[in-house]
T-cell receptor, first 114, second 112 residues
Framework: DSGVTQTPKHLITATGQRVTLRCSPR?????VYWYQQSLDQGLQFLIQ???????AKGNILERFSAQQFPDLHSELNLSSLELGDSALYFC?????????????FGPGTRLTVL | TQLLEQSPQFLSIQEGENLTVYCNSS?????LQWYRQEPGEGPVLLVT?????EVKKLKRLTFQFGDARKDSSLHITAAQPGDTGLYLC????????????FGKGTKLSVKP
């Protein structure tokens, strides 16, 4: 158990819909990262937050957004969903300090768009 | 953009055999992590290496970071069925805010 929690575990929805994925980092960790994992692309970095502020952006679509709240949990919002958005979405957290590389991953949310 | 290439992509061996997985890049990384992932689960951190030439051992697993911090290897001695999984290497981008670049992974299957 990494100490990172994600909900829900599974999510099934239809094209055009909007969903919210939730992540709680390890106790004391200030950085939260979101990744998308699909069969053909591997793990792709989406976005990073540090202590409530966006710190870095990766391959995140404009239809996707995220935020980190004062209690440090984070949410990833996916809108206007397409079939190709079906994937595993992982949250990871790292120890205090934006330059710490070691990340601890949650169990993921499996999103299926029908 | 920094890229990490892992090889081989797939590896199927018998219990008791040794194996090595490689992670290569043309770019320098501040650190390199190895993760193991089982189907439907999140990646689990195995080791972090930060110094060029560093070697770390974790029971039957030996990790090495290249002298130039551009490549790494994972060697497993006497593989067991419990070692089966997806092995991912991830490099910390120089000058980044802690972002990791992931390789596509090596899918290892160890048959009893």
């Amino acid at each position: 158990d990494s100490g990172v929690t994600q909900t829900p575990k599974h999510l099934i929805t239809a094209t055009g819909q909007r969903v919210t994925l939730r992540c709680s980092p390890r106790s004391g960790d200030l950085s939260v990262y979101w990744y998308q994992q699909s069969l053909d692309q591997g793990l792709q970095f989406l976005i990073q937050y540090y202590n409530g502020e966006e710190r870095a952006k990766g391959n995140i679509l404009e239809r996707f957004s995220a935020q980190q709240f004062p209690d440090l949990h984070s949410e990833l919002n996916l809108s206007s969903l397409e079939l190709g958005d079906s994937a595993l979405y992982f949250c990871a957290s790292s120890a205090s300090g934006p330059h710490t590389d070691t990340q601890y991953f949650g169990p993921g949310t499996r999103l299926t768009v029908l | 953009t920094q890229l990490l290439e892992q090889s081989p992509q797939f590896l199927s061996i018998q219990e008791g055999e040794n194996l090595t997985v490689y992670c290569n890049s043309s770019s320098v990384f501040s650190s390199l992590q190895w993760y193991r992932q089982e189907p439907g689960e999140g990646p689990v951190l195995l080791v972090t290496v930060v110094t060029g030439g560093e070697v770390k051992k974790l029971k039957r697993l030996t990790f090495q970071f290249g002298d130039a911090r551009k490549d790494s290897s994972l060697h497993i001695t006497a593989a067991q069925p419990g070692d089966t999984g997806l092995y991912l290497c991830a490099g910390g981008e120089l000058g980044s805010q802690g972002n990791l670049i992931f390789g596509k992974g090596t899918k290892l299957s160890v048959k009893p």
